[in-house]
Every structure is written in structure tokens, then in C-alpha cells.
């Protein structure tokens, strides 16, 4: 089963800009997560989706927001850059909960898309 | 304070040894307990997933989780130049208490193996 995808890979930005990043994730999984991790503050929740709804966000700025396709991918956009927002960012892939039992919450990540503000 | 603390390290040991890497936690309402490994430039691999008191041993790891003293540990027996990495702790609530899937990270320990 293939895993976690994220594109692009890199990505090099200025200041004010803004930008989108992708996230497919795992065949059958309909929660995807999002997370940004920086040196000095690890990682950090950004939010959540499931079936198409945020349903969990974390103490981010609102120029981070995101979506879910009804296929289960996910993008995250990030608008008015800030050199702050240099990072690597990471998403995750988990089951449905509804279909119960423990492994259901057990997230699986992308190898993470690696943004650079200039 | 933060919810999760886990020592930065970094640690070094010889190859062999038994490391044993630590985090505390807070938070009572955390319930499931993971611990991920992240090679440089990599996303993190789930290493071990328990949501329970007690031990969970696959291979040469081995999770420890003791809710009373809300702390959880994580072994690794034999260790190998491989195994050089972060590890990072990571918690969560019940999805059906309100949780959803919000990973709450410890900072990481960088562990070195050597030869």
C-alpha cells in the first residue's frame, strides 16, 4: 500500500507571498492532519480534516487554513508569508474512527514538504 | 509549561547498548501513547502505538507506559548505528471525547549510535 505523498518536496518563497501545499493520503484513510516542525518549536499541530470538515485546529494564525477533496486529499495554503513560516511541513493519514478499535488513530506521515522563506 | 517534556539529549552510546529514552506528560485526559522515529529530512515513523498501562515489546523495542506518574519510556535493546535518530514521544485524547486526531509532540531526543 502506497504511503503518504506530499508535493512538492521543496519550496523556496519570499516574503508575502503565499503558498499550497499537497497531501495524498494513504488509500482508505479519510482523516488527514497537518503539522509544521521548526527547530525551536518541534512539531506543531496545525489542523485536521475528515470527510471534507475541519474538525480539529490548532493556535495558528488564520493564514494557515486548509481543505479536504472528497477523495481524501488535502491541501494547506499559507497566505502573507513570514520568514517564521520556514519549516517543514508535515502531513498525516489516518483511518476512519467509526470503524473502531485502537489502530484507528494511529497517523501516518508524509515525508513532509520543506518551505523556505526568503 | 509545555504538555509533553522529553529530554533533547543529544545521547550517544555504543553500538549494543540499551537506550532508554523518557517523556511526561501533563495532561490526564492523554490516552494513547506513540512513539515516532524521524531520520534527517525524513517525515517521522511510527515506532510503537499503546493505550494502555503496561508494556508493549515488538522486536528489540519495548514502550512503557505508566499513567499514574504520567510518564512513558521507550527501549531499545542491542542498539545499532541504524537506529541513530530523533525520537519523539506523542500523545493524544479520545476521538470520542472531543480529541480528534491532534498529535501533542514532545521535542525529541537525538540518540547516536556508535560503532
Known amino acids: 500500500k502506497a504511503g503518504v505523498t506530499q508535493t512538492p518536496r521543496y519550496l523556496i518563497k519570499t516574503r508575502g507571498q503565499q503558498v499550497t501545499l499537497s497531501c495524498s493520503p494513504i488509500s482508505g484513510h479519510r482523516s488527514v492532519s497537518w503539522y509544521q516542525q521548526t527547530p525551536g518549536q518541534g512539531l506543531q499541530f496545525l489542523f485536521e480534516?475528515?470527510?471534507?470538515?475541519?474538525?480539529n485546529k490548532g493556535n495558528f494564525p488564520g493564514r494557515f487554513s486548509g481543505r479536504q477533496f472528497s477523495n481524501s486529499r488535502s491541501e494547506m495554503n499559507v497566505s502573507t508569508l513570514e520568514l517564521g513560516d520556514s519549516a517543514l511541513y508535515l502531513c498525516?493519514?489516518?483511518?476512519?474512527?467509526?470503524?473502531?478499535?485502537?489502530?484507528?488513530?494511529?497517523?501516518?506521515f508524509g515525508p513532509g514538504t520543506r518551505l523556505l522563506v526568503l | 509549561q509545555k504538555e509533553v517534556e522529553q529530554d533533547p539529549g543529544p545521547l550517544s552510546v555504543p553500538e549494543g547498548a540499551i537506550v532508554s529514552l523518557n517523556c511526561t506528560y501533563s495532561n490526564s485526559a492523554f490516552q494513547y501513547f506513540m512513539w515516532y522515529r524521524q531520520y534527517s529530512r525524513k517525515g517521522p515513523e511510527l515506532l510503537m502505538y499503546?493505550?494502555?498501562?503496561g508494556n508493549k515489546e515488538d522486536g528489540r523495542f519495548t514502550a512503557q507506559v505508566d499513567k499514574s506518574s504520567k510518564y512513558i519510556s521507550l527501549f531499545i535493546r542491542d542498539s545499532q548505528p541504524s537506529d541513530s535518530a530523533t525520537y519523539l514521544c506523542?500523545?493524544?485524547?479520545?476521538?470520542?471525547?472531543?480529541?480528534?486526531?491532534?498529535?501533542?509532540f514532545g521535542t525529541g531526543t537525538q540518540l547516536k549510535v556508535e560503532l
Open positions: 506523542a500523545m493524544s485524547r479520545n476521538i470520542l471525547t472531543g480529541g480528534g486526531n491532534k498529535l501533542t
Open positions: 480534516y475528515f470527510s471534507e470538515t475541519q474538525r
Open positions: 498525516a493519514s489516518s483511518l476512519d474512527f467509526y470503524t473502531g478499535g485502537a489502530d484507528q488513530e494511529t497517523q501516518y
Open positions: 499503546t493505550y494502555s498501562s
